[in-house]
């Protein structure tokens, strides 16, 4: 008997597991036909035979981890998801740079579009330095609901696709193909799965594209999706992994940000080639226990993860990799700022709220921090899990570099304690941090937000100041249209929201 690619916590066995199993004809996830094979899932183990899986049971940890031996993992990511939906949205805005985040001169870029990106301008900038590299881009604040909606779209069309899909963030998810019910698993079979999944996503979004990779675990499929950006497709060969890794820097694995990065020039290592002739001891002994064994595994493309696909959520969390470590507090805090707003622009969608308050912090060495503080009663508030995420910070020594943050809220449950005076706390930031505000805190006209007008319909705002607003007027579905300048309290014009549609 062998045991399955991919390794899960064990679950109790159901019908569920039955199912999945029985959609892995024998001959084409890998294995002989005729073999014994133990299949691992989410839900816990099947002894499976060609006539038919026989139950059984095996513990999480019972389970040996292997690389597979076919590219059965997809990785992808939409192309600068949020730069682009503004773009889908606003003909005006196609070709042109655009620039989502903070418009202040204190904001932090999230996204640019590619365009942008060819004058410098990346993720977790600063507006200001942003404005100095591209002035002529448009500086957008964001659309949060737009965004979640075109990644509802999406994840639709993976999890149709297979039932082993795990997101990432709104834009990017792993999928893992043993599951989709494919005739094989073939290069060819793979290739021709991963084109006709792009034009689904195409074409379900209204034009938005996505990079797709292909590979034999999560860290090649990762790898292989930023190869050919934007909407592009790379499928790596099974036992070409290491042929693809070995002449790239180091860099390209995770974890090694420019400060690991530093230390292993100082040793000599500069690409997954250099990387891979290090023993694990010395590894461990230039970057620490943890992240030397990973980066030895890795730099031979050994990883074993199993694409999980989502479970019931104990918790609701928002958090963000950056490819440069982050050394500056104010730009930490507005991150940790915009993440409290869409966390709690999700509780409310749920209807729940949340009493413990958590931030993650991972540093420049790859150590992972954590902190958290507990209210008196359940909140779903941005105001008050920014201010607790951002005092959680403040105890945490960030001097060398950050490369990840994240703010969470558990301890869930579906009411809400009511203020005693009846009052609901705004935000103690500049009103552009969160990616979604409130409609009620939507008293200045914020560039980039949708608006409708009672006699030239719907459109964006283009700026304000001075007691004037200026529209474009135009739609996804329109050519590029008029611009008109109004009054700020022009009872004509109001935000547009998805109910008046």
């Not at 890998?30 to 073999?35: I, L, Q, S, T």
């Not at 461990?284 to 696909?309: I, M, Q, T």
């Not at 409130?438 to 007008?453: K, N």
Request: net charge neutral; hydrophobic share 40%.
């Amino acid at each position: 008997m062998r045991r399955g690619p991919g390794r899960w916590p064990g679950r109790g066995l159901g019908v569920g597991l039955l199912v999945m199993a029985r959609t892995l004809p024998a001959g084409t996830d890998g294995w002989p036909v005729g073999e014994q094979r133990l299949w691992s899932t989410p839900y816990g183990g099947v002894l499976c035979m060609p006539g038919g899986p026989l139950p059984g049971r095996v513990g999480g940890s019972g389970y040996v981890r292997e690389v597979r031996t076919h590219a059965s993992v997809l990785h992808l990511d939409l192309d600068a998801f949020f730069a682009a939906v503004e773009q889908r949205d606003k003909p005006s805005l196609r070709g042109r740079p655009v620039v989502v985040g903070g418009v202040g001169g204190r904001g932090v870029v999230a996204t640019a579009s590619y365009e942008a990106r060819r004058y410098g301008v990346r993720s977790a900038m600063t507006t200001r330095e942003a404005r100095s590299r591209c002035p002529h881009a448009a500086f957008l604040t964001g659309r949060f609901t737009a965004y979640r909606e075109a990644s509802v779209v999406v994840m639709r069309i993976l999890r149709a696709a297979s039932p082993l899909v795990e997101p990432l963030s709104l834009d990017e998810a792993f999928l893992d193909l043993g599951a989709a019910g494919l005739g094989d698993l073939e290069v060819d079979t793979v290739t021709a799965f991963g084109h006709e999944l792009r034009e689904r996503v195409c074409a379900a979004t209204g034009g938005l594209t996505a990079s797709v990779g292909i590979g034999t675990s999560k860290f090649i499929a990762k790898v292989a999706s930023d190869l050919d950006k934007p909407d592009g497709l790379v499928v790596v060969p099974p036992g070409t992994e290491q042929q693809l890794l070995r002449p790239m820097h180091v860099s390209v694995i995770p974890g090694v940000g420019p400060a690991t990065a530093e230390r292993l020039r100082r040793a000599g290592v500069h690409t997954v080639a250099d990387l891979e002739s290090v023993g694990a001891e010395e590894l461990v002994r230039l970057v620490g226990k943890a992240h030397g064994n990973g980066l030895y595994r890795l730099a031979r493309a050994d990883d074993d993860r199993a694409v999980v696909p989502e479970r019931e959520a104990k918790s609701v969390s928002v958090e963000g990799t950056h490819d440069t470590d982050l050394t500056d507090r104010t730009i930490m805090a507005h991150l940790l700022t915009r993440q409290a707003g869409e966390v709690a622009t999700r509780l409310r969608k749920h209807g729940l709220s949340g009493r413990t308050i958590s931030i993650k912090v991972r540093l420049h060495d790859f150590t992972t921090l954590s902190r958290s503080s507990t209210l008196a009663s359940p909140t779903d508030q941005a105001a008050v899990v920014a201010r607790t995420a951002r005092g959680l910070l403040s105890d945490l020594d960030t001097s060398g570099g950050v490369r990840l943050l994240g703010v969470g809220v558990s301890g869930l449950a579906d009411w809400v304690q009511e203020d005693l005076f009846g009052e609901t706390e705004e935000l103690d930031e500049e009103p552009e941090t969160p990616l979604d505000p409130a409609p009620e805190a939507r008293r200045s006209w914020a560039p980039g937000m949708d608006v409708v007008h009672e006699d030239l319909g719907r459109g964006w705002v283009w700026g304000s100041g001075r007691g004037v607003v200026t529209v474009r007027f135009e739609t996804a579905q329109s050519a590029s249209g008029p611009v008109r300048s109004y009054a700020v309290d022009d009872p004509r014009l109001t935000p547009f929201t998805l109910e008046q549609t």
